[in-house]
Nanobody, 127 residues
């Protein structure tokens, strides 16, 4: 399975962006998906998770209330709607996937749990 992330760019503080991640395979619809991000000089960190059905969703505390993860299994695509962006949201954003339909809550933030990764898309929040 190949993942292609897109939608990044430069936005002012308080602005919005929507990231997309398109999967190459229909097996996408049976697995879990997540977004991670990595700022310069820092470790990759968990942002959001969604299970196969879209009914189980988790967010990092730093983005909860501002970001929304969703998926369209018919289009093999997962989205990350980012509102009220802050300079500290600046990072390369990566989508990831795993063949399991749902991960246990304690493992969703562990990057090692995911089998597939996209190439990343840069998000810069600056005035």
């Amino acid at each position: 399975v190949q993942l292609q992330a897109s939608g990044g760019g430069l936005v002012q503080p308080g602005g919005s962006l929507r990231l997309s991640c398109a999967a190459s395979s229909r097996t996408f619809s049976s697995g879990s998906m997540a977004w991670f991000r990595q700022a310069g000089g820092k470790e990759r960190e968990f942002v959001a998770y969604i299970d196969k059905t879209g009914r189980t969703i988790y967010y990092a505390s730093s983005v909860k209330g501002r970001f929304t993860i969703s998926r369209d299994n018919a289009k093999n695509t997962v989205y990350l709607q980012m509102n009220s962006l802050k300079p500290e949201d600046t990072a390369v954003y990566y989508c990831s996937g795993d063949s399991r339909s749902r991960l246990i809550m304690s493992s969703v933030s562990n990057a090692a749990e995911y089998d597939y990764w996209g190439q990343g898309t840069q998000v810069t929040v600056s005035s």
